[in-house]
Protein backbone atom coordinates (compact mmCIF):
# COMPACT_ATOMS: atom_id res chain seq x y z
CA UNK A 1 0.00 0.00 0.00
CA UNK A 2 0.53 3.60 -0.43
CA UNK A 3 2.62 4.82 2.70
CA UNK A 4 0.90 8.78 2.01
CA UNK A 5 -2.20 9.19 3.97
CA UNK A 6 -5.70 11.18 3.18
CA UNK A 7 -7.47 13.68 4.96
CA UNK A 8 -10.00 12.77 7.87
CA UNK A 9 -13.43 12.45 6.98
CA UNK A 10 -14.94 9.42 6.29
CA UNK A 11 -17.64 10.19 8.44
CA UNK A 12 -19.34 13.79 8.69
CA UNK A 13 -18.93 15.75 11.75
CA UNK A 14 -20.88 14.25 14.72
CA UNK A 15 -21.72 11.11 12.08
CA UNK A 16 -20.63 7.77 14.01
CA UNK A 17 -17.26 6.37 12.42
CA UNK A 18 -17.90 3.60 9.97
CA UNK A 19 -16.14 0.00 11.04
CA UNK A 20 -14.04 -1.49 9.31
CA UNK A 21 -12.54 -4.98 9.79
CA UNK A 22 -9.49 -5.48 8.59
CA UNK A 23 -8.35 -9.72 8.05
CA UNK A 24 -4.75 -10.28 7.06
CA UNK A 25 -1.98 -12.51 7.86
CA UNK A 26 0.57 -9.97 7.53
CA UNK A 27 0.83 -7.75 11.28
CA UNK A 28 2.74 -4.83 9.23
CA UNK A 29 -0.04 -5.02 6.36
CA UNK A 30 -2.59 -4.54 9.89
CA UNK A 31 -1.26 -1.90 11.19
CA UNK A 32 -0.05 0.13 8.21
CA UNK A 33 -3.95 0.29 7.50
CA UNK A 34 -5.56 0.09 11.06
CA UNK A 35 -3.10 3.60 10.90
CA UNK A 36 -4.24 5.19 7.60
CA UNK A 37 -7.93 4.05 8.34
CA UNK A 38 -7.97 5.42 12.01
CA UNK A 39 -6.46 8.58 10.25
CA UNK A 40 -8.59 8.50 7.84
CA UNK A 41 -11.79 8.46 10.43
CA UNK A 42 -12.84 4.53 10.66
CA UNK A 43 -12.94 2.75 13.59
CA UNK A 44 -10.66 -0.04 12.88
CA UNK A 45 -10.67 -4.22 14.31
CA UNK A 46 -8.43 -6.91 12.93
CA UNK A 47 -8.16 -10.29 12.54
CA UNK A 48 -4.89 -12.41 11.53
CA UNK A 49 -7.04 -14.74 9.52
CA UNK A 50 -10.62 -15.79 8.09
CA UNK A 51 -10.97 -18.38 10.85
CA UNK A 52 -10.28 -15.30 14.05
CA UNK A 53 -12.69 -12.93 11.29
CA UNK A 54 -15.41 -15.44 11.64
CA UNK A 55 -15.17 -15.87 15.28
CA UNK A 56 -15.22 -12.46 15.97
CA UNK A 57 -17.26 -10.72 13.47
CA UNK A 58 -20.38 -11.33 15.35
CA UNK A 59 -19.19 -8.96 17.86
CA UNK A 60 -17.61 -6.38 16.13
CA UNK A 61 -20.28 -5.79 13.54
CA UNK A 62 -18.32 -3.53 10.87
CA UNK A 63 -19.47 -1.90 8.69
CA UNK A 64 -17.50 -2.91 5.82
CA UNK A 65 -15.05 -5.71 5.54
CA UNK A 66 -11.32 -5.08 4.00
CA UNK A 67 -10.13 -9.10 3.51
CA UNK A 68 -7.07 -10.10 1.65
CA UNK A 69 -7.32 -13.43 -0.25
CA UNK A 70 -3.90 -15.32 0.52
CA UNK A 71 -4.31 -16.79 4.39
CA UNK A 72 -3.48 -19.74 6.27
CA UNK A 73 -5.86 -21.78 7.77
CA UNK A 74 -8.71 -20.02 6.52
CA UNK A 75 -8.37 -17.82 3.25
CA UNK A 76 -10.53 -15.01 2.14
CA UNK A 77 -12.61 -16.51 -0.93
CA UNK A 78 -13.59 -19.46 1.70
CA UNK A 79 -14.37 -16.86 4.57
CA UNK A 80 -16.31 -14.47 2.25
CA UNK A 81 -18.08 -17.86 1.21
CA UNK A 82 -19.01 -18.57 5.20
CA UNK A 83 -20.23 -15.65 5.33
CA UNK A 84 -22.49 -15.28 2.80
CA UNK A 85 -23.57 -19.03 3.49
CA UNK A 86 -24.71 -17.99 7.17
CA UNK A 87 -26.76 -14.79 5.57
CA UNK A 88 -24.49 -11.99 6.42
CA UNK A 89 -24.35 -9.36 3.56
CA UNK A 90 -21.66 -7.19 5.23
CA UNK A 91 -20.13 -5.71 2.10
CA UNK A 92 -16.37 -7.28 1.23
CA UNK A 93 -13.26 -5.83 -0.27
CA UNK A 94 -11.21 -8.09 -1.22
CA UNK A 95 -7.36 -7.57 -1.46
CA UNK A 96 -5.17 -9.89 -3.95
CA UNK A 97 -2.02 -9.87 -5.50
CA UNK A 98 -2.99 -11.79 -8.23
CA UNK A 99 -4.64 -9.79 -11.10
CA UNK A 100 -5.53 -12.51 -13.53
CA UNK A 101 -9.10 -12.24 -14.73
CA UNK A 102 -9.99 -15.84 -13.23
CA UNK A 103 -8.50 -14.37 -9.98
CA UNK A 104 -10.80 -11.75 -9.66
CA UNK A 105 -14.12 -13.44 -10.99
CA UNK A 106 -13.01 -15.64 -8.24
CA UNK A 107 -13.94 -13.58 -5.42
CA UNK A 108 -16.82 -11.94 -7.06
CA UNK A 109 -17.96 -15.51 -7.37
CA UNK A 110 -17.37 -15.91 -3.43
CA UNK A 111 -19.75 -13.24 -2.64
CA UNK A 112 -17.42 -10.13 -2.50
CA UNK A 113 -18.64 -6.74 -3.24
CA UNK A 114 -15.23 -5.78 -4.75
CA UNK A 115 -11.53 -6.16 -5.36
CA UNK A 116 -8.29 -3.90 -5.10
CA UNK A 117 -4.94 -5.66 -6.17
CA UNK A 118 -1.65 -5.24 -4.27
CA UNK A 119 0.26 -2.89 -4.50
CA UNK A 120 -3.10 0.02 -3.95
CA UNK A 121 -2.61 3.16 -3.53
CA UNK A 122 -4.50 4.47 -0.22
CA UNK A 123 -7.06 6.97 -1.58
CA UNK A 124 -8.15 3.98 -4.24
CA UNK A 125 -9.23 1.94 -1.44
CA UNK A 126 -10.76 5.06 0.54
CA UNK A 127 -12.91 5.60 -2.27
CA UNK A 128 -13.76 1.82 -2.55
CA UNK A 129 -14.88 1.70 0.43
CA UNK A 130 -16.85 5.00 0.43
CA UNK A 131 -18.31 3.18 -2.51
CA UNK A 132 -18.80 0.38 -0.42
CA UNK A 133 -20.66 2.40 2.48
CA UNK A 134 -22.95 4.45 0.30
CA UNK A 135 -24.75 1.08 -0.98
CA UNK A 136 -25.57 0.34 3.28
CA UNK A 137 -26.48 3.59 4.12
CA UNK A 138 -30.00 3.22 5.38
CA UNK A 139 -33.13 5.04 3.45
CA UNK A 140 -34.63 8.06 4.82
CA UNK A 141 -38.17 6.54 7.21
CA UNK A 142 -41.41 6.96 5.10
CA UNK A 143 -39.32 6.44 1.52
CA UNK A 144 -41.16 3.01 0.34
CA UNK A 145 -40.90 3.66 -3.23
CA UNK A 146 -41.34 0.86 -5.29
CA UNK A 147 -39.95 0.50 -9.40
CA UNK A 148 -41.36 -1.71 -11.47
CA UNK A 149 -41.01 -3.09 -15.05
CA UNK A 150 -42.70 -6.11 -16.91
CA UNK A 151 -43.65 -8.45 -14.37
CA UNK A 152 -40.31 -7.52 -12.21
CA UNK A 153 -41.34 -5.10 -9.04
CA UNK A 154 -38.43 -3.95 -6.71
CA UNK A 155 -39.37 -2.23 -3.40
CA UNK A 156 -36.58 -0.15 -1.94
CA UNK A 157 -37.48 0.19 1.50
CA UNK A 158 -37.98 -3.40 2.25
CA UNK A 159 -35.54 -4.45 -0.72
CA UNK A 160 -37.57 -6.97 -1.77
CA UNK A 161 -37.63 -8.01 -5.25
CA UNK A 162 -40.19 -9.87 -7.07
CA UNK A 163 -41.16 -11.85 -10.69
CA UNK A 164 -44.47 -12.17 -11.27
CA UNK A 165 -45.34 -13.76 -7.75
CA UNK A 166 -41.64 -15.36 -7.07
CA UNK A 167 -39.57 -13.64 -4.49
CA UNK A 168 -36.04 -13.15 -6.12
CA UNK A 169 -32.75 -13.43 -3.49
CA UNK A 170 -30.08 -10.61 -4.73
CA UNK A 171 -27.01 -9.75 -3.13
CA UNK A 172 -26.29 -6.16 -2.61
CA UNK A 173 -24.23 -5.61 -5.53
CA UNK A 174 -26.84 -6.98 -7.56
CA UNK A 175 -30.29 -5.11 -5.92
CA UNK A 176 -27.77 -1.97 -6.77
CA UNK A 177 -27.45 -2.88 -10.51
CA UNK A 178 -30.82 -3.93 -11.08
CA UNK A 179 -31.91 -0.88 -9.47
CA UNK A 180 -30.27 1.09 -11.89
CA UNK A 181 -31.71 -0.79 -14.58
CA UNK A 182 -35.19 -0.39 -13.47
CA UNK A 183 -35.15 3.33 -13.35
CA UNK A 184 -34.04 3.58 -16.94
CA UNK A 185 -35.38 0.40 -19.19
CA UNK A 186 -35.13 0.31 -22.67
CA UNK A 187 -32.08 2.41 -22.87
CA UNK A 188 -28.66 1.56 -23.59
CA UNK A 189 -26.49 2.38 -21.24
CA UNK A 190 -22.88 2.81 -21.53
CA UNK A 191 -20.41 0.49 -19.32
CA UNK A 192 -18.71 3.70 -18.11
CA UNK A 193 -21.72 4.87 -16.58
CA UNK A 194 -23.31 1.86 -15.39
CA UNK A 195 -19.81 1.45 -13.45
CA UNK A 196 -20.08 4.95 -11.95
CA UNK A 197 -23.64 4.52 -10.86
CA UNK A 198 -23.38 1.35 -9.18
CA UNK A 199 -19.72 1.19 -8.04
CA UNK A 200 -19.30 4.91 -7.22
CA UNK A 201 -15.64 5.67 -8.59
CA UNK A 202 -13.55 6.04 -11.52
CA UNK A 203 -13.57 1.92 -12.34
CA UNK A 204 -10.59 0.61 -14.19
CA UNK A 205 -11.73 0.02 -17.59
CA UNK A 206 -10.11 -3.06 -17.56
CA UNK A 207 -12.06 -4.77 -14.80
CA UNK A 208 -14.78 -7.08 -15.03
CA UNK A 209 -16.76 -6.45 -12.12
CA UNK A 210 -20.00 -5.48 -14.35
CA UNK A 211 -19.60 -8.32 -16.31
CA UNK A 212 -19.86 -10.29 -13.58
CA UNK A 213 -22.57 -9.16 -11.97
CA UNK A 214 -25.17 -8.94 -15.32
CA UNK A 215 -24.57 -12.60 -15.57
CA UNK A 216 -25.60 -13.32 -12.13
CA UNK A 217 -28.88 -11.15 -13.03
CA UNK A 218 -29.32 -13.12 -16.02
CA UNK A 219 -28.93 -16.53 -14.35
CA UNK A 220 -31.39 -15.23 -11.64
CA UNK A 221 -33.47 -12.97 -13.95
CA UNK A 222 -33.51 -14.87 -17.16
CA UNK A 223 -30.86 -14.71 -20.00
CA UNK A 224 -32.94 -12.13 -21.98
CA UNK A 225 -33.59 -9.77 -19.29
CA UNK A 226 -30.85 -7.79 -20.30
CA UNK A 227 -28.79 -7.08 -23.53
CA UNK A 228 -25.68 -6.36 -24.59
CA UNK A 229 -24.98 -3.42 -26.77
CA UNK A 230 -21.55 -4.65 -28.53
CA UNK A 231 -19.41 -2.11 -27.88
CA UNK A 232 -21.43 0.50 -26.11
CA UNK A 233 -23.45 -1.27 -22.75
CA UNK A 234 -26.23 -2.92 -22.03
CA UNK A 235 -29.92 -2.64 -22.22
CA UNK A 236 -32.57 -4.04 -19.80
CA UNK A 237 -35.32 -5.33 -21.53
CA UNK A 238 -37.22 -7.22 -18.85
Known amino acids: MTATHGSPGAAGAGAP ?8 DDKAVRESLRRSLEFNGYDVAMAADGAEALAGIGSSKPDVVVMDVMMPRLDGIETTRAL ?48 LLRRVVPREDGDDEELAFADLTMNLATRE ?40 YDFPTTANSLEVYVGYLRKKLGSDVIETSRGSGYRFVG
Open 17 to 24: RPRVLVVD
Open 161 to 200: VRRGARPMELTRTEFTLLEMFLRRPRRVLERAFILDEVWG
Open 84 to 131: RAAGNDVPILVLTARDAVGDRVEGLDAGADDYLTKPFALQELLARLRA
